[in-house]
C-alpha cells in the first residue's frame, strides 16, 4: 500500500497562512522602526561624548603633561586628582587617562581615580589591546577635531563608548592622547526596550493571525477570495484595507477578525509612528543644542588659541575683545582691569566705538556700586541681564545706547577676582544661563592669558636686571682685578712672546675698537682685527697678520672670531673667580683676627692682639690703636 502524503486540514493551513501573514507584515514594520530609532539614539549619543571629550581637552596642560616621568612626580598626582574631578561630574564618566605612543606602541601615562579601583591603569602600563579606530587615527588627530568610536562595545564591566582628543602644549606640540570611556548602559537598555516592545508587537500579531486562522478555518471556500486579497494587501504594507463580508457566519466574523487585526496593527504602526516622531523631534532639539554649544566651546578654543600665541599685554587685551566680538557676533566687547586698591574696575579694552572712547576717557567703575560690572567685580558671581531697561543694576551709558542685554563674566586667578569681561548685545534675550556656563569657560582662559602675559612680563623685567648687575659686577671686577703684570697686552712675534708696554698705534685696530666689528684688511699685509668684550663692552682687541701675504678666508676668520669669543668668556671668568678668591681671603683673614682678638677679656691684650694682628695681615704695616681722652674721662665718670 502506498503512502499517501500527509494533508494538513483547512484550519491548519488558514492559522498558519496568518500566523506567517502577521509575521512577516510586523516583523518589516517593527523591524523598521527599530532599526530607525536604534541609529538615532546612538547619534545623540556619539555627539554628547563629543561634546564631553571637547570640554575635557581645553583642561589639560600639554606643557605640564610633558614633564611626568613617572607616578611618584609630583605634576602626575595633580593631573590625576584635576582629571578624576571631571570624571566624577557626571555618573556616566567611567574611565578618563591619558597616553603616549613610543615604539613599542601605547602605553598608559596618567590614570584618573584610585589606584586601588578595579581597572586602573598604572604608569607606563602598556596598552596591549588598543582600539584598532585609536591606533587608526593617532597620528592625524592633531589637525581634526576629537574623535569619538564609531559603536558601543560591550564587555564584563558593562557597554562604553570612547572618544579621544589630543594633548598640546602651549607652543603647539602634539604630545599625547586622553581618552574618555562612557557607559553606554542607558542607550543599550533602551534599546533592548524598544526590541522588547517590536517583539511583543510581533507576537501579538502573529497570536491574533492563529486565532484568526483558528476561526476561518471552518468557513467554506466561498468568501476566502475577499479573505484572500484582503490578506495580501495587509502583508504588502497596506493597513488600511478591510474585508467587506456580510454572510452572517464565521467567515463574516473571520473577515472582521482580520479587520481588527488590521487596525490593532494599523494603531500599533500609528502608535511606533507617533513615538518615533516625538523621539525625532526631542532628538532634532537636543541636537541643535548640542550643535550650538559645539559651536561655542569650537569658536571658545580657537580664541583660546589665537591669544595663546600673544606676549604683551596691551597688545593681548584689545585682541581678546576684537576676536569675541567677531567670533560670537556681539555688539560690544569690554575688559575691565582691577585697579591694585580694588576699588575701581578699569576699562582696559574694548572693541566697539563707544568702547574706544570710554577707553580714551579713561572709564571705571566703582566696584559694588556702579553697574553690573562693578557687582561683578564685587561678588565674583556672573550677571545676565536679558532686558536692561528692566534690570536696576544696570548703568546707564549714554557711549552704548543700543544695548538691550548684557552678560558680565569675572576673571579668575587662583580664586581671586583680577578682572570682568562684559559682552553686551544689541538683541533682548541675547543670554541664556548655559551661555553664561560656556563663556565663563572662556573667561577663564582670558585670565589665564592676562595672567600668563603678565609673568612674562615680569621675568623678562627681573631678566634684563639680572643681566645689568651681572655685567656691572664682571666689569666692577674687571676694572679692580685686571693684572697689571701684563701690561697692555701680549704678542706672538717671530716664533717667541712678548709684553706690550705701549698700544700700537694701528688704524685697523682702533676701527675694529671704535665699531666693535671684525675688521679685514684690504691691502698687502693681510690684517684681521677682532675685538674682545667684556658683557657687550670692548676692553680690547686681537690684531692677526698673515705673513704668507694671502687674503684671509671666510673660514680663517669665523675660527679668529670664535677664539676671541672664547677669550672673553674665559676674562670673566677668571675676573669672577679671582673676586671670589679675594673675598673669601678677606673673610677667612678677617676671621682669624676676629678669633683672636675675641680670645681675651683684658682690655689692654684685646688692642694689642688687633695691632699686632692687622700688622701681620697687611705685610708689616705700621698701626696705631688709640682711645680718644673724651671716651676715658667718661669712664672715670661712670664710675
Same mark, same amino acid.
Given at each position: 500500500?502506498?503512502?499517501?502524503?500527509?494533508?494538513?486540514?483547512?484550519?491548519?493551513?488558514?492559522?498558519?497562512?496568518?500566523?506567517?501573514?502577521?509575521?512577516?507584515?510586523?516583523?518589516?514594520?517593527?523591524?523598521g522602526?527599530?532599526?530607525?530609532?536604534?541609529?538615532?539614539?546612538?547619534?545623540?549619543?556619539?555627539?554628547?561624548?563629543?561634546?564631553?571629550? $571637547?570640554?575635557?581637552?581645553?583642561?589639560?596642560?600639554?606643557?605640564?603633561?610633558?614633564?611626568?616621568?613617572?607616578?611618584?612626580?609630583p605634576?602626575?598626582?595633580?593631573? @590625576?586628582?584635576?582629571?578624576? @574631578?571631571?570624571?566624577?561630574?557626571?555618573?556616566?564618566?567611567?574611565?578618563?587617562?591619558?597616553?603616549?605612543?613610543?615604539?613599542?606602541?601605547?602605553?598608559?601615562?596618567?590614570?584618573?581615580g584610585?589606584?586601588?579601583?578595579?581597572?586602573?591603569?598604572? !604608569?607606563?602600563?602598556?596598552?596591549? =589591546?588598543?582600539?584598532?579606530?585609536?591606533?587608526?587615527?593617532?597620528?592625524?588627530?592633531?589637525?581634526?577635531?576629537?574623535?569619538?568610536e564609531? %559603536?558601543? !562595545?560591550?564587555?564584563?564591566?558593562? $557597554?562604553?563608548?570612547?572618544? !579621544?582628543a589630543?594633548?598640546?602644549?602651549?607652543?603647539?606640540?602634539?604630545?599625547?592622547?586622553?581618552?574618555?570611556?562612557?557607559? %553606554?548602559?542607558?542607550?543599550?537598555?533602551?534599546?533592548?526596550?524598544?526590541?522588547?516592545?517590536? /517583539?511583543s508587537?510581533?507576537?501579538?500579531?502573529?497570536?491574533?493571525?492563529?486565532?484568526?486562522?483558528?476561526?476561518?478555518?471552518?468557513?467554506?471556500?466561498?468568501?476566502?477570495?475577499?479573505?484572500?486579497?484582503?490578506?495580501?494587501?495587509?502583508?504588502?504594507?497596506?493597513?488600511t484595507?478591510?474585508?467587506?463580508?456580510k454572510?452572517?457566519?464565521?467567515?463574516?466574523?473571520?473577515?472582521?477578525? /482580520?479587520n481588527?487585526m488590521? =487596525?490593532?496593527?494599523?494603531?500599533?504602526?500609528?502608535?511606533?509612528?507617533?513615538?518615533?516622531?516625538?523621539?525625532?523631534?526631542?532628538?532634532?532639539?537636543?541636537?541643535?543644542?548640542?550643535?550650538?554649544?559645539?559651536?561655542q566651546?569650537?569658536?571658545?578654543?580657537?580664541?583660546?588659541?589665537?591669544?595663546?600665541?600673544?606676549?604683551?599685554?596691551?597688545?593681548?587685551?584689545?585682541?581678546?575683545?576684537?576676536?569675541?566680538?567677531?567670533?560670537?557676533?556681539?555688539?560690544?566687547?569690554?575688559?575691565?582691569?582691577?585697579?591694585?586698591?580694588?576699588?575701581?574696575?578699569?576699562?582696559?579694552?574694548?572693541?566697539?566705538?563707544?568702547?574706544?572712547?570710554?577707553?580714551?576717557?579713561?572709564?571705571?567703575?566703582? &566696584?559694588?556700586?556702579? #553697574?553690573?560690572?562693578?557687582?561683578?567685580?564685587?561678588?565674583?558671581?556672573p550677571?545676565?541681564?536679558?532686558?536692561?531697561? /528692566?534690570d536696576?543694576? !544696570?548703568?546707564?551709558?549714554?557711549?552704548?545706547?543700543?544695548?538691550?542685554?548684557?552678560?558680565?563674566?569675572?576673571?579668575?586667578?587662583?580664586?581671586?577676582?583680577?578682572?570682568?569681561?562684559?559682552?553686551q $548685545?544689541?538683541?533682548?534675550?541675547?543670554?541664556?544661563?548655559?551661555?553664561?556656563?560656556?563663556?565663563?569657560?572662556?573667561?577663564?582662559?582670558?585670565?589665564?592669558?592676562?595672567?600668563?602675559?603678565?609673568?612674562?612680563?615680569?621675568?623678562?623685567? $627681573?631678566?634684563?636686571?639680572?643681566?645689568?648687575?651681572?655685567?656691572?659686577?664682571?666689569?666692577?671686577?674687571?676694572?679692580?682685578?685686571?693684572?697689571?703684570?701684563? #701690561?697692555?697686552?701680549?704678542?706672538?712675534?717671530?716664533?717667541?712672546?712678548?709684553?706690550?708696554n705701549?698700544?700700537?698705534?694701528?688704524?685697523?685696530?682702533?676701527?675694529?675698537?671704535?665699531?666693535?666689528e671684525?675688521?679685514?684688511?684690504?691691502?698687502?699685509?693681510?690684517?684681521?682685527?677682532?675685538?674682545?668684550?667684556? @658683557?657687550?663692552? &670692548?676692553?680690547?682687541?686681537?690684531?692677526?697678520?698673515?705673513n704668507?701675504?694671502?687674503?684671509?678666508?671666510?673660514?680663517?676668520?669665523?675660527?679668529?672670531?670664535?677664539?676671541?669669543?672664547?677669550?672673553?668668556?674665559?676674562?670673566e671668568?677668571?675676573?669672577l673667580?679671582?673676586?671670589?678668591?679675594?673675598?673669601?681671603?678677606?673673610?677667612?683673614?678677617?676671621?682669624?683676627?676676629? %678669633?683672636?682678638?675675641?680670645?681675651?677679656?683684658?682690655?689692654?691684650?684685646?688692642?694689642?692682639?688687633?695691632?699686632?694682628?692687622?700688622?701681620?695681615?697687611? #705685610?708689616?704695616?705700621?698701626?696705631?690703636?688709640?682711645?680718644?681722652?673724651?671716651?676715658?674721662?667718661?669712664?672715670?665718670d661712670?664710675?
Open positions: 500500500m502506498i503512502n499517501q502524503p500527509q494533508r494538513f486540514s483547512l484550519r491548519i493551513k488558514m492559522i498558519l497562512a496568518f500566523a506567517l501573514v502577521s509575521l512577516v507584515v510586523s516583523g518589516v514594520a517593527s523591524l522602526f527599530y532599526r530607525t530609532l536604534q541609529r538615532q539614539n546612538l547619534e545623540g549619543f556619539r555627539r554628547r561624548v563629543l561634546n564631553a571629550i $571637547s570640554i575635557i581637552e581645553l583642561n589639560q596642560n600639554g606643557d605640564e603633561f610633558t614633564m611626568v616621568d613617572s607616578a611618584q612626580n605634576l602626575y598626582d595633580k593631573i @590625576r586628582l584635576q582629571n578624576t @574631578r571631571i570624571r566624577d561630574t557626571d555618573p556616566d564618566f567611567i574611565y578618563l587617562y591619558t597616553m603616549r605612543r613610543d615604539a613599542q606602541g601605547i602605553f598608559f601615562v596618567v590614570d584618573a584610585d589606584p586601588l579601583d578595579e581597572g586602573f591603569s598604572a !604608569y607606563a602600563e602598556r596598552y596591549l =589591546e588598543p582600539s584598532p579606530f585609536l591606533v587608526e587615527n593617532w597620528d592625524s588627530l592633531p589637525e581634526r577635531d576629537p574623535i569619538v564609531p %559603536a558601543v !562595545y560591550t564587555d564584563e564591566y558593562g $557597554s562604553f563608548i570612547s572618544a !579621544y589630543p594633548i598640546k602644549t602651549s607652543d603647539g606640540k602634539y604630545v599625547g592622547v586622553v581618552g574618555l570611556d562612557i557607559s %553606554a548602559d542607558t542607550i543599550v537598555a533602551e534599546q533592548n526596550l524598544l526590541l522588547v516592545q517590536s /517583539l508587537i510581533m507576537l501579538l500579531a502573529v497570536c491574533l493571525g492563529i486565532s484568526i486562522g483558528y476561526f476561518t478555518g471552518g468557513i467554506l471556500n466561498r468568501p476566502l477570495k475577499e479573505l484572500t486579497d484582503t490578506t495580501t494587501r495587509v502583508s504588502s504594507g497596506d493597513l484595507a478591510r474585508a467587506m463580508l454572510t452572517g457566519d464565521e467567515v463574516e466574523q473571520l473577515g472582521d477578525s /482580520l481588527r488590521a =487596525e490593532r496593527i494599523q494603531a500599533e504602526v500609528a502608535t511606533l509612528e507617533e513615538r518615533v516622531s516625538n523621539r525625532t523631534i526631542e532628538l532634532e532639539i537636543a541636537n541643535r543644542y548640542n550643535e550650538r554649544r559645539s559651536r566651546f569650537q569658536t571658545i578654543t580657537q580664541v583660546a588659541r589665537e591669544i595663546s600665541n600673544i606676549q604683551e599685554l596691551e597688545t593681548l587685551l584689545p585682541s581678546i575683545a576684537k576676536l569675541i566680538s567677531e567670533q560670537f557676533g556681539h555688539y560690544h566687547t569690554g575688559i575691565f582691569m582691577l585697579d591694585e586698591k580694588k576699588e575701581y574696575a578699569v576699562l582696559s579694552a574694548a572693541n566697539s566705538e563707544g568702547g574706544l572712547r570710554m577707553l580714551a576717557r579713561g572709564h571705571q567703575l566703582r &566696584i559694588g556700586q556702579t #553697574g553690573i560690572v562693578g557687582y561683578v567685580a564685587a561678588t565674583g558671581n550677571r545676565i541681564v536679558l532686558d536692561v531697561g /528692566l536696576s543694576v !544696570y548703568f546707564d551709558n549714554p557711549d552704548l545706547p543700543n544695548t538691550h542685554s548684557e552678560l558680565a563674566l569675572p576673571l579668575r586667578i587662583a580664586g581671586q577676582v583680577i578682572g570682568v569681561l562684559d559682552v $548685545s544689541e538683541l533682548e534675550n541675547a543670554f541664556r544661563e548655559d551661555d553664561a556656563e560656556v563663556l565663563s569657560t572662556l573667561a577663564d582662559q582670558v585670565a589665564i592669558a592676562i595672567q600668563n602675559t603678565r609673568t612674562l612680563d615680569e621675568a623678562r623685567k $627681573s631678566l634684563i636686571e639680572v643681566q645689568s648687575a651681572y655685567g656691572a659686577s664682571v666689569m666692577e671686577a674687571w676694572k679692580v682685578l685686571r693684572p697689571q703684570s701684563i #701690561g697692555t697686552g701680549m704678542q706672538w712675534k717671530d716664533s717667541s712672546l712678548t709684553r706690550l705701549e698700544p700700537i698705534q694701528d688704524h685697523i685696530l682702533q676701527r675694529a675698537i671704535e665699531t666693535g671684525t675688521v679685514v684688511s684690504k691691502d698687502q699685509d693681510a690684517v684681521l682685527a677682532i675685538p674682545i668684550r667684556l @658683557r657687550e663692552r &670692548i676692553i680690547g682687541v686681537m690684531r692677526l697678520k698673515n704668507l701675504e694671502n687674503r684671509w678666508t671666510e673660514d680663517e676668520v669665523d675660527i679668529a672670531q670664535a677664539i676671541a669669543n672664547r677669550l672673553s668668556l674665559a676674562i671668568t677668571a675676573s673667580i679671582t673676586t671670589s678668591q679675594q673675598r673669601a681671603e678677606i673673610e677667612r683673614v678677617t676671621s682669624d683676627i676676629t %678669633a683672636k682678638i675675641g680670645a681675651s677679656s683684658r682690655f689692654e691684650t684685646i688692642l694689642q692682639s688687633a695691632a699686632q694682628e692687622l700688622s701681620k695681615a697687611l #705685610g708689616g704695616s705700621d698701626v696705631l690703636v688709640q682711645i680718644e681722652p673724651a671716651a676715658l674721662k667718661l669712664g672715670r661712670d664710675r
